[in-house]
């Protein structure tokens, strides 16, 4: 028997080619998720992004706007109206921000990241000072920012981590010659975009108490962060499943699609390219490995890590990495460099041990073995040709 999340993901699928499965799940359980956001301590950002324009983002955000509860749609938002409206509205809203490429090309962005990493946990506020206009007096206020949010724009590598870590990122595509989609006109003036709203709605009244009751299984591989994020979107569809039997999600049921859905997107973070401190991590574990000692010189690593393919260590900037851009970057994980005895001569360099803690926090990703002196038999045939 269908339910009203059966409803959604079918009408949504009329006007919108997802990149996946997957996808579509989470975007619809995103959207219900705006309707139950009292019954969550969190809400995961939904960020839709895309190689180029003409990708169905628009699409999926109008639709996101005429489903959700208490949508406001902003292009460029300033920082001052998200506060107002987040703190002054009695319902909860849901932030709709297209164009957040845009957003993010502005040189002073301090405003709007505290904003969507803050709200996306319930109880966390943003302190600002306020001037009193005759007195002169300061005084901190504590800005309301926990809402729904979803951010859609071209994916320029913009975006700070710290906000891709609380977001389920869709990666949108241009449509295939054979993808087809019905034209979206809205003839009915929304009537049935609106008439599920009304019922989704209906139904999120009916089981909010339990939904703030509910504490979802997680699979094995889903923790800490991950869990935040996906949390109330497995509560929503455990909600729709019925029966619902703990630890138990009904055979081809939401509570089955969102867990399929959460392990994919997942494993496919995994295989995103890691901040250049990882990297650097990385790298540096497999050139001790190729080199089967306990401790290397600072110029001995450069040279090492210029000789990496594909690697971005000769080029940061419009020019090397140098020994102080090495050992800011191992700063960050407690590694820093130190005087060693290294045959007839004294140099600066780093101990393997030192990286041992580091390593065992952030294990590197397998790689195929390749020693580096074939790395640099490589990068010199790339030069010759």
């Known amino acids: 028997m269908k339910n009203i999340l059966d409803d959604i993901y079918d009408y949504l699928g009329r006007f919108i080619v997802y990149p996946s499965e997957q996808a579509r799940v989470a975007h619809v359980l995103f959207i219900a998720h705006t309707h139950l956001i009292d019954a969550f301590n969190y809400t995961p950002r939904l960020a839709v992004l895309s190689a180029e324009k003409q990708s169905g983002r628009t699409r999926l955000l109008e639709l996101t706007q005429l489903l959700a509860r208490n949508p406001y749609s902003f292009v460029s938002p300033s920082p ?24 993010y090309e502005k040189k002073d962005t301090s405003e709007i990241t505290p904003l969507l990493n803050s709200g996306f946990t319930r109880g966390l506020a943003v302190p600002r000072v306020e001037i009193d206009k005759n007195s002169g007096k300061r005084t901190v206020k504590h800005f309301k ?57 209906d139904w999120a009244k009916d089981v909010l108490e339990r939904a703030k009751q509910h504490r979802p299984t997680m699979p094995e591989g889903i923790e800490d962060r991950s869990a935040d994020r996906w949390e109330p979107l497995f509560t929503v569809a455990d909600m729709a499943d019925v029966p619902y039997v703990p630890g138990v999600p009904v055979l081809g049921g939401w509570g089955a699609k969102v867990r399929d859905a959460a ?33 290397i010189s ?13 690697s971005p260590w000769e080029y940061i900037s419009g020019r090397p990495l140098d020994d102080r851009g090495l050992a800011k970057l191992l700063s960050i994980y407690e590694i820093g460099s130190t005087k060693i ?3 007839n001569e004294t140099l600066r360099g780093y101990y393997k041990a030192v990286f041992h803690d580091a390593w065992e926090r952030y294990p590197p990703r397998p790689r195929p073995t390749l020693r580096v002196a074939e790395q640099a038999e490589r990068v010199e045939h790339k030069r010759l040709w």
């Open 145 to 201: 920012a926990f809402c729904p949010v979803l951010i859609a724009g071209i994916d320029k590598h913009q975006i700070p981590d710290t906000v891709l870590d609380r977001s389920i990122i869709i990666k949108m595509k241009r449509r295939k010659s054979d993808e087809k989609v019905e034209p979206y006109r809205d003839i009915d003036n929304g009537r049935e975009g609106s008439d599920l709203k009304q019922r989704l709605a």
């Open 80 to 103: 001052a109206s998200l506060y107002t409206l987040i703190e002054t509205e009695k319902v909860t809203p849901a932030i709709l921000i297209d164009e957040v490429d845009r957003l």
């Open 263 to 295: 392990l994919a997107f997942i494993r496919q973070e995994k295989e995103i390219e890691p901040s250049r401190g990882l990297l650097l991590l990385e790298d540096v574990y497999y050139i001790f490995n190729e080199k089967s000692g306990d401790r």
């Open 341 to 343: 005895r290294f045959r």
């Open 298 to 310: 600072t110029s001995e690593l450069l040279d090492e890590l210029y000789k990496i393919e594909e």
